[in-house]
């Protein structure tokens, strides 16, 4: 789910989020197919940026978040559950990246 | 120096109020929710003094992670939904965070990792209070944040050592000051009146297996943490993953499906909710 800013937003796109105003009210439901209509709407509304459905990509390199998994791992790798987990924690980053 | 009376560092601890140090808005919170009577009213009454307090409040409990985004509107009504002690919990954890901003950076991200973690945690396991869990995982570090408001120096070079040393941070304030943040931090719970649950899940997150109030729920924390440290968002003391305790790891019975899970949606909620917690 990656936070767009408003100019970088594209008719199609899906809000991850219920837009909302700074009193909690929701002025767009989550789920809402952006037009270029909407989004003038949105610049409007003052907003910087939304949630946009979709995966979003971290900002640094696999490689680097999984040298530094290694490296926090590094004094449990004996311990079998910790093996589970540490397993489970590089499919998901795996899975970040597509 | 290291090895700290345990008694003295105690007594400092609960006296935190008279540490001139200490910012005046958790001084005052302290007051408040020390009281063990203290009335919706009074809460309410000193909530509405601070419009910061208030809209910092109803932002936590608007937010998506309470699944009734954008319908609480007063502290009142938030109190009467979640309950005073979560109420009193999140004050607290509000107050804190701007000094656990500062304090140790990284250390608010850490925390609302957790906090997040273990409410998954708490509903894959069918709790009835999916809140109190979330609560107990925003404060499980608030020892700290107390460490380094009462002794800034000591604890600033106890996380040198940590690193130094190649050791937890954890295992470096027993080094230094003979107790740890969880301690410390169930002492205060326990001076705040929190309710017996959430002091257990707070002293107890590192070492579960002798929680005897609130066995899940201390699991479901000492369990976040690991998550979260396993994960690396935030930064909490040390870059290294603590060994999840083996009790712990049987009550909570996760397959590595589960795990995936939990931690895909950590990292939804915790992407969202770091920009709502900034303001």
Known sequence: MPKIPVEQLKPGMKLARPLQNSSGMVLMAEGTELTEARISKIENMGVDSVFIDGPSRPARPKEELLASLDRRFAKVEGNPDMALIKKAVREHIEAMYG | ?279
């Open chain 2, 1 to 279: 120096m290291g090895n700290m009376d345990p008694k003295a560092l105690r007594t400092r601890v609960e006296n935190i109020s008279n540490i001139p140090t200490i910012p005046s808005v958790l001084k005052q919170l302290s007051t408040i929710i020390e009281n063990p009577k203290i009335s919706l009213n009074e809460i309410s009454h000193f909530v509405s003094k601070d419009p910061a307090l208030t809209t910092k409040i109803l932002q936590m409990v608007n937010s998506a992670l309470y699944g009734f985004p954008g319908r609480i509107s007063s502290v009142n009504h938030a109190v009467m939904l979640l309950g005073l002690n979560v109420v009193k919990g999140l004050l607290l954890s509000v107050s804190v965070f701007e000094i656990m901003h500062k304090a140790m950076i990284g250390l608010r991200e850490h925390s609302i990792g957790v906090a997040i973690a273990s409410k998954v945690l708490a509903q894959k396991k069918g709790l009835k209070e999916p809140e109190e869990v979330f609560v107990a995982g925003l404060l499980h570090d608030v020892g700290k944040v107390i460490l380094t408001l009462v002794y800034p120096e000591d604890y600033d070079r106890t996380v040198k050592e940590a690193e130094a040393a190649g050791i937890s941070i954890f295992d470096a304030e027993r080094n230094h000051f003979s107790e740890t943040h969880a301690a410390v931090a169930g002492w205060l719970s326990e001076k705040w009146h929190f309710p017996k649950k959430l002091c257990d899940c707070i002293a107890n997150h590192h070492r579960p297996q002798v929680s005897t109030l609130a066995p899940l729920e201390t699991a479901i924390v000492h369990m976040a943490d690991i998550l979260v440290k396993a994960r690396g968002l935030g930064f909490s003391g040390d870059n290294l993953v603590p060994e999840v305790n083996s009790k712990a790891w049987e009550t909570l019975g996760l397959a590595e499906a589960d795990l995936r899970e939990i931690l895909k949606e950590l990292e939804d909620s915790v992407e969202q909710t770091e920009e709502e917690f900034r303001a």
